[in-house]
């Protein structure tokens, strides 16, 4: 059998990554985005630019393609569900539709007996006022957020009486954690039991932006069992198809805590692509292409480095050495906190 045609919905660089991963292993990739200037374009074999509500669009998609995929979880969830009814969309959309949702992603978790930070829906300013044990805590939008945006800190009572945000569209409150360390843990499944998982990875955040990833990373062993445990748990239970990846905290009295899950390829994983016999995005690949799982490996230590906003012109210049790789996006526009390419170093 002929290898199947992969679409890929959404053109950033994660969808980039996904493109290149899979001309690889010799698989033709659609890509559609909303987005005219999509980075993914120039990686992919062919590109179709549409609104995700589009129907025409949606239905061209699905005529050139065997199996769906996506590299962002903000898809309206009808899309999918309208894709998939024709062609298999992986992960399944049923997986999106709860992860997308900061609250239905968290009841999901706690129902596991998995932990995360203590947390309420916010509809109003009363039930703000009235969550005084959740405060110092964290207000973000249930849906749609990324890297901190739809994020505000609430230290005290000025802080909510100075909020200038409709509450109604549905916000949840964290209590903040007193953070020692983040750290995340990405997973391949293919099937049931069946599946491929990185080492942990230790993050270091800047303005709530991952700025750089390392393996190893300096955790107890008790916490990378304890990660690990729950990230295969969690692909479990979602019968999920693809690469994942949890986002941990670890407070400053070593409690491990679930931050949230990403029903994709992940920025802190690029550093699999150079440091690993098979990176996140190819492993994303072979599963949702029913490929052969290959016993994935470390092959050395590394770290890695975004490069944002117009730090992308520095490092244009920069020569590199044989241990270092320079990822440039392509983004035709430079904006402030942009993920514009990253830099990764296989280190001792
Ligand atoms: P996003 O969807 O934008 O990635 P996250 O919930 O992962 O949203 O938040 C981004 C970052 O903000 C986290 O990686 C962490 O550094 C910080 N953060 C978020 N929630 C909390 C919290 N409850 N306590 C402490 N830090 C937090
Ligand atoms: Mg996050």
């Not at 659609?30 to 549409?50: L, M, N, Q, R, T």
């Not at 949606?58 to 969830?77: A, Q, R, S, W």
């Not at 997986?95 to 829906?121: M, P, V």
């Not at 492993?283 to 799982?293: D, G, P, S």
Request: charged fraction near 25%; include cysteine; charge should be neutral.
């Amino acid at each position: 059998m002929s290898n199947p045609v992969l679409g890929i919905i959404g053109g950033g660089q994660l969808g980039s990554m996904l493109a290149v991963a899979a001309k690889k292993l010799n698989i033709k990739t659609v890509v559609f985005s909303d987005d005219i200037d999509s980075p993914a374009e120039k990686f992919s074999d062919e590109f179709i630019f549409g609104e995700y509500s589009n129907k025409d669009k949606i239905n061209e998609l699905v005529n050139k393609v065997d199996v769906i995929t996506y590299e962002f979880e903000n898809i309206p969830f009808e899309t999918l569900n309208e894709i998939n009814e024709n062609k298999p969309v992986l992960p399944k959309p049923s997986i999106n539709r709860i992860i997308q949702h900061r609250l239905a992603e968290k009841d999901f978790i706690n129902r596991l007996k998995i932990r995360t930070t203590q947390y309420i829906s916010i509809e109003n300013k009363s039930e703000l006022n009235a969550a005084q044990q959740l405060i110092p805590g964290l207000l973000k939008t249930t849906t749609l957020g990324y890297d901190g945006k739809g994020q505000h800190l609430i230290n005290n009572i000025d802080d909510i009486n100075n909020l200038k945000i409709d509450l109604t569209k549905g916000y949840i409150l964290e209590k903040l954690v007193k953070l020692k360390k983040e750290i995340s843990v990405i997973i391949t499944r293919f099937s049931d039991q069946k599946y491929e998982i990185y080492e942990p990875i230790e993050n270091q955040h800047e303005d709530q932006i991952l700025k750089y990833s390392v393996i190893p990373a300096h955790i107890s062993d008790k916490i990378l069992k304890q990660s690990k445990k729950w990230a295969i748990q969690l692909a479990e239970e979602l019968k999920y198809v693809g690469t994942l990846c949890v986002e941990f905290f670890i407070d400053r009295n070593d409690n491990l805590y679930v931050n949230e899950v990403a029903p994709r390829v992940h920025n802190s994983g690029h550093l699999t692509i150079n440091a690993y016999n098979v990176s996140q995005f190819e492993n994303h690949v072979r599963a949702v292409c029913e490929l052969e799982q290959v016993p994935t490996h470390k092959i050395s230590n590394a770290k890695m480095l975004n490069i944002l906003g117009s730090q992308i012109a520095v490092y244009r210049k920069l020569q590199f050495n044989k241990n270092e790789f320079f990822y440039d996006y392509l983004k035709l526009k430079i904006k402030e906190k942009r993920k514009m390419g990253h830099l990764t170093t296989l280190v001792e």
